[in-house]
């Protein structure tokens, strides 16, 4: 982002050609339409977050006491999880005429600070924040000076933090149990960002399935990642490199999983016939890849609507200070599983109670 005394000078004709697109698809992004493509999207939000384009609300809020404009900070945009909650997000604010303000952080923390001072100084009605790395550093003054805002997939610093999330721990637990039920012993796992929350709960969602079926943590099996696909093919590489490998690799999240599905098929092996894989979001991407990815699927776009919901509620009612929301996940079984080869009928039995017991 510029600093503010160019920010100003920086109009929508400076964006579209940033964004190389026309003015008026900059015009309808800023104003939330919804016939606009996702490509072309993204490419404006990223040229508004280049540039430091803002909307000229200030103003309008100086007036009117409301800018009817919502923050959102993310990490990164051009990504499927960030893409859906922020569909959810969308179709909300559209509904209540609100429009949305998109500051990307790049997993930089001090960015993070720098955008909600910035956001909260009159330019925003209220703030959503999506997978925050240093909440800590500022959530205590928004509560203290009663700023609107909701966490989405974190639980923040304490009770008081209102915030919608997923049941991380759960949907860990149901997948590594699956595959205990397939007949897998030695289950890779490839945390995510282990500041985060979620990422945390995922981890113990995985070790509480062990310890549950009488299996020991080996924590040569545990590899750490940050979401990120390269880091699911180098976790992967380096655990079908042990003496005595996994028979299943479980990652964090579906884009970890897309980079493990690379780097089994370059070691020479086959899915699911030789290993099996398991993701966690269940983005879109997850049922189209081959084999199609089994995943534990978390209500993005849901999780995006109801932190809307519940940051316009605290905007219109100052009495209101949120609550705490935990979706259900659920264990999503598709292609990429089966029972390792010396498993037998005894874990195809297992396999079957499973298709029965969760939805595919």
Request: net charge neutral; glycine share 8%.
């Amino acid at each position: 982002m510029r600093n503010n005394s160019r920010s100003r000078g920086v109009t929508i004709m400076d964006v579209a050609r940033e964004a190389g697109v026309s003015p008026t698809t900059v015009s309808r992004v800023l104003n939330n339409h919804a016939h606009v493509r996702p490509d072309k999207r993204a490419r404006v939000l990223t040229a508004i977050t280049r540039l430091g384009y803002v909307v000229n609300q200030q103003a309008r809020s100086l007036a009117g006491g409301c800018s009817h404009v919502i923050g959102l900070l993310v990490h990164e945009v051009g990504v499927s999880y960030t893409g859906e909650i922020i569909r959810g997000i969308e179709e909300e604010l559209v509904a209540a005429q609100y429009e949305l303000m998109l500051y990307t952080t790049h997993r930089r923390k001090t960015k993070e600070s720098t955008y909600v001072a910035t956001l909260t100084r009159g330019m925003t009605d209220g703030l959503l924040l999506l997978l925050p790395l240093n909440p800590q550093a500022y959530l205590e003054t928004l509560h203290r000076e009663r700023f609107p805002y909701v966490l989405i997939d974190h639980q923040g610093t304490n009770e008081a933090c209102p915030a919608v999330a997923a049941t991380n721990r759960q949907g860990s637990y149901d997948a590594t149990a699956y595959l205990i039920e397939l007949g897998h012993r030695r289950i890779g796992f490839i945390t995510g960002e282990l500041r985060l929350g979620c990422a945390v709960d995922r981890l113990a969602g995985y070790q509480a399935a062990l310890a549950d079926h009488g299996i020991d943590f080996d924590p040569d099996l545990v590899v750490e990642g940050h979401f990120q696909q390269p880091d699911g093919y180098a976790g992967a590489k380096a655990l079908l490199a042990l003496p005595d490998p996994p028979t299943a690799i479980f990652a964090s999240n579906d884009v970890s999983a897309f980079g493990v599905m690379d780097a089994v098929r370059d070691h020479g092996l086959r899915i699911p016939e030789d290993i099996s894989v398991v993701g966690f979001d269940d983005i879109p991407q997850a049922a189209y890849v081959h084999p199609a990815l089994t995943t534990v699927r978390q209500p993005l776009e849901q999780m995006g609507r109801l932190a809307t919901q519940m940051l316009l509620r605290q905007i219109r009612d100052p009495g209101y200070t949120g609550e705490r929301i935990e979706l259900p996940t659920e264990l999503v079984i598709r292609e990429s599983c089966r029972p390792p080869k010396a498993a037998g009928e005894r874990s195809a039995t297992g396999q079957r109670r499973y298709r029965q017991g969760y939805s595919s």
